[in-house]
């Protein structure tokens, strides 16, 4: 058997075992550029979807257009296919080519 924490001879050797608890794994939700997708229509998704303020919105809608993409968040995977479905529909509904999705960080 191997030793639990707790058990009389790790207490008595004082015996180190790793945690058996994992945490959850998190996605990054990414944002691609494409050339068509005006740059006010991505700042007010990231403001309204990733709760960022207009400078910050700004900033990641920037760096998404001059380096093709960029993280918006990290969330459980629950929440990050959340986002990228939201994103999508805002995107479709106003008929814009705006790609994202999501990575296992
Ligand atoms: N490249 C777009 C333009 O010049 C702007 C843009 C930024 C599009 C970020 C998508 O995720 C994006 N209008």
Redesign the pocket.
């Known amino acids: 058997m191997t030793n639990r924490p707790g058990d009389r001879e790790e207490v008595e050797l004082g015996v180190k075992t790793r945690p058996r608890t994992q945490r959850p794994p998190m996605y990054k939700v990414l ?9 006010e229509f ?1 700042v007010h998704v990231l403001e309204r979807l990733f709760n960022m303020n207009h400078a910050q919105a700004i900033e990641i ?2 760096t ?2 001059r380096k093709g993409i960029a993280v918006v968040g990290v969330f459980s995977h629950e929440i990050a296919e959340t986002k990228v479905a939201q994103v999508m529909e805002l995107a479709r509904r106003q008929q814009h080519p ?2 994202c999705t999501m990575e296992k960080e």
């Open positions: 944002l691609l550029n494409d050339d068509f997708t005006p740059m991505v809608m920037l998404v257009h705006l790609q």
